[in-house]
């Protein structure tokens, strides 16, 4: 039980790392849009914003989804939120975890299968400069990776709940 949770923190802990390299990559992204404009005001362009926009956009928007996952903080509709029913409180969660694990497991799979192709095939972004297009893929794969790994992780959490349903399940009690 040791290991499991250790194994817990410590993913933990490489999503938040991973959302801080996207805050990062949304910095970058401001200071070389602010610095090309700027210099365009001189006729100065700077070559490759557009190109390493896209790179790093990508990298910003794959690997803070496990944190968002992992905070609750994405978009829920609730349509059937008004009924109490304990059972229907669970299938509404229970439901879109399976469905999630499965989308994105089989989209984690398709994507590494992409990123050797690109690794394999020397793809480029074209444009002004030429970047190597691996790098946004291997944040995808990555990132669906790790959203993947923290669904699994909910889904658990939920199979707990339908076994022990009152049982408070806390982050001490899922690892």
Same mark, same amino acid.
Not at 107 to 136: N, S
């Given at each position: 039980m040791e290991t499991i949770r250790a194994a817990k923190n410590a993913f933990d802990k490489l999503i938040k790392v991973c959302a801080i390299i996207s805050t990062i990559a949304i910095v970058i992204i401001m200071l070389l849009n602010v610095a090309d404009t700027l210099l365009r005001w001189f006729e100065v362009p700077v070559y490759?914003?557009? =190109?390493?926009?896209?790179?790093?956009? %990508? @990298?910003n928007l794959?690997? %803070?989804? *496990?944190? !968002?996952?992992?905070?609750k903080k994405h978009v829920k509709v609730d349509i059937l939120g008004r009924y109490k029913w304990k059972w229907l409180s669970y299938v509404r969660s229970f439901v879109p +975890? !399976?469905?999630?694990?499965?989308?994105? %497991?089989?989209? +984690?799979? @398709?994507?590494? %299968? /992409?990123?050797? =192709? #690109?690794? #394999? *095939? &020397? =793809? @480029? @972004?074209?444009? *002004? !400069? &030429?970047?190597?297009?691996?790098?946004? /893929? *291997? #944040?995808?794969a990555f990132g669906m990776l790790l959203l993947t790994i923290q669904l699994i992780i909910d889904l658990i959490a939920e199979i707990r709940k339908w076994i022990r349903p009152s049982a408070e399940i806390t982050d001490e009690a899922i690892s």
């Open positions: 490759g914003v557009f =190109e390493s926009n896209g790179l790093l956009v %990508g @990298i794959f690997l %803070g989804l *496990a944190m !968002v996952q992992y905070d +975890t !399976v469905v999630g694990v499965m989308f994105f %497991g089989w989209l +984690t799979y @398709i994507c590494w %299968g /992409k990123l050797f =192709e #690109a690794i #394999a *095939a &020397h =793809e @480029i @972004i074209q444009g *002004a !400069v &030429h970047f190597p297009l691996w790098p946004l /893929k *291997a #944040a995808f």
